[in-house]
Every structure is written in structure tokens, then in C-alpha cells.
């Protein structure tokens, strides 16, 4: 499990070092497999807009994306990419040319099967943020051009431990349950998430919309359904986004994660 420090605070009033809170999970049994700090080696990227796609002349897997880094740039700027996870239009992260990457690589001007890339477009796990290399990450469409990525994803300085949480323990599936744990540990308050009841049309609790019924009463004897109306899909705010995509998710929309963050 992906435990975001930041998060932990929320809960837990924890001043303890990056060092101490890893001896501290090793103690409470919840292996440190890794940390990852946030926030560093992201000056040099950006956010860019792709305006077109063209195939690459001498690499079937290779695309040939032209991008601009603001609304109102006329001279495009060329990026051989491998990834065709995302579409003319999208905007995407941007590392520039002469960026070092949190991974320690820079980049540069150079050529691929003889066609120029300018700079590259970053995955979650190149800049840091998540395991995720599965393809570009994509920005909410809107985001503005030309800023930093850390203004555009709401990224502060953070630290992210990868424990391992073994099958007898669900109680630490959950950052409050692990702020649960340390709290108790280090005898420091815990503050857990306000919950916020909803309000209950009871009038619309007939309506065919939410009518069921249970084939197999042997198996089961309750059905409950809840209907949730006036609801609009939409991207989530950008710090509801930065906080899953840390915790290791892949935000989609305003109700998949909402459901994603409380899960978590």
C-alpha cells in the first residue's frame, strides 16, 4: 500500500523524520518497501497541448506528436513518443530540453530512426508520482499551458512509503487505519475523516428506479439501493488527483474518485 505523508498528517499530528516513521512501520509491522520523495526534479516540465499526430516514417511503434506550450503559439514543436494512449487535443506533461528527471535522466535534443525529438512526454512513473507506465499521463482538458506540472497537479513537496500490509492485518488497509496505529503508538490524537450524512428523498424511495428484488433469498435475505440524483461527471479538482495519483490510482472522473478516495 501507497501511504502518502501528507495524508497521514491529516490524522496523525506526526512531526517524526522520514527515517523514524520507517523504523516506526518496521515496528508496527508494516514492512517499509520502499520511499519516494515527492516533488523534486519537476522544474523542467510542463504542460504542452497536442496539436497533431503523424506516424513516424521509419518506426511502425513510434509517433511523430507536434505540441505547443501555449494557446497561442503558432510553431509547433516535435516529439517522437512510443506511447498511443492519448489523442490530438489532450494536454500532457512536457519535459523540456535540458531537464534532469527525478530518475536522474536528462533531457536532450536527439534523434530517433532519423527524426528529431525535442523534449518527452512523461509517464505518472517518470515523474515520480506513481508505478503507473502504461502510457502518457493526461491532464484535465482546460489545464492551462506553459505551467509547471506541480501547478497543474497541486504537487507539493511529499513523501510516499510503499509498505507491504500482510493479509492478517486489513486494519492497516487504509490510511486511517494505519493513522489509527501510529496514533496509538506515539500516544499523539487522532483526528479521522468528518463524515457528512446525506440527505434521504424519502418520497422517491417507490420509484421504479429503485425497486429490486432478491432471486435467491437462501443466499441472501437484505437488498438495499440508493439513488443518487442531479449528480454532473466531471474531472475531479486537481488536489483530489495529485492525492490518488500518489497513493498509486489513476483519477477517471469526480464519482469513480470519490468512491477511489474513500476507499482508500
Known amino acids: 500500500m501507497k501511504l502518502v505523508l501528507s ?3 491529516e490524522m496523525v499530528p506526526v512531526t517524526s523524520s522520514v527515517d523514524e516513521l520507517t523504523v516506526l512501520f518496521n515496528g508496527l509491522g508494516l514492512e517499509v518497501e520502499g520511499v519516494a520523495r515527492i516533488g523534486d526534479g519537476l ?6 497541448q497536442v496539436r497533431t499526430i503523424r506516424p513516424h516514417p521509419n518506426a511502425d511503434k513510434v509517433r511523430l506528436v507536434d ?3 501555449s494557446s497561442d503559439q503558432t510553431e509547433t514543436v516535435q516529439i517522437a513518443c512510443g506511447a498511443w494512449n492519448f489523442a490530438e487535443g489532450d494536454i500532457v506533461p512536457l519535459a523540456t530540453l535540458g531537464t534532469t528527471m527525478p530518475g536522474g535522466m536528462l533531457i536532450e535534443r536527439r534523434k530517433l530512426r532519423g527524426e528529431w525529438s525535442n523534449g518527452m512526454l512523461c509517464s505518472s512513473r517518470e515523474l515520480g508520482l506513481s508505478d503507473d507506465h502504461a502510457g502518457i499521463l493526461q491532464l ?6 506553459g505551467q509547471t506540472i506541480t ?3 497541486g504537487i507539493t513537496p511529499d513523501v510516499v512509503f510503499d509498505l507491504s500490509v500482510n493479509p492478517n492485518r486489513p486494519d492497516a488497509m487504509s490510511v486511517l487505519g494505519i493513522a489509527r496505529d501510529v496514533a496509538a503508538k506515539l500516544r499523539l490524537p487522532l483526528t479521522p475523516p468528518p ?3 446525506g440527505v434521504v428523498d424519502a418520497q422517491a424511495s417507490g420509484s421504479p428506479s429503485t425497486r429490486g428484488s432478491i432471486a435467491a433469498t437462501d443466499l ?3 437488498l438495499t439501493v440508493t439513488v ?3 449528480v454532473h461527471v466531471a474531472p475531479s479538482p486537481t488536489s483530489v488527483q495529485a492525492r490518488l495519483t500518489l497513493a498509486g490510482m489513476r483519477p477517471i472522473s469526480n464519482l469513480v474518485d470519490a468512491s477511489n478516495l474513500v476507499m482508500l
Not at 522544474?43 to 504542452?48: H, P
Not at 484535465?140 to 499551458?145: D, Y
Open 228 to 230: 443518487i440524483r442531479h
Open 195 to 197: 463524515i457528512v450524512p
Open 7 to 9: 495524508w497521514l498528517r
Open 220 to 222: 441472501c435475505d437484505r
Open 140 to 145: 484535465p482538458a482546460g489545464t492551462a499551458l
Open 67 to 69: 505540441i505547443v506550450t
Open 151 to 153: 501547478e497543474a497537479l
Open 43 to 48: 522544474d523542467g516540465i510542463i504542460t504542452a
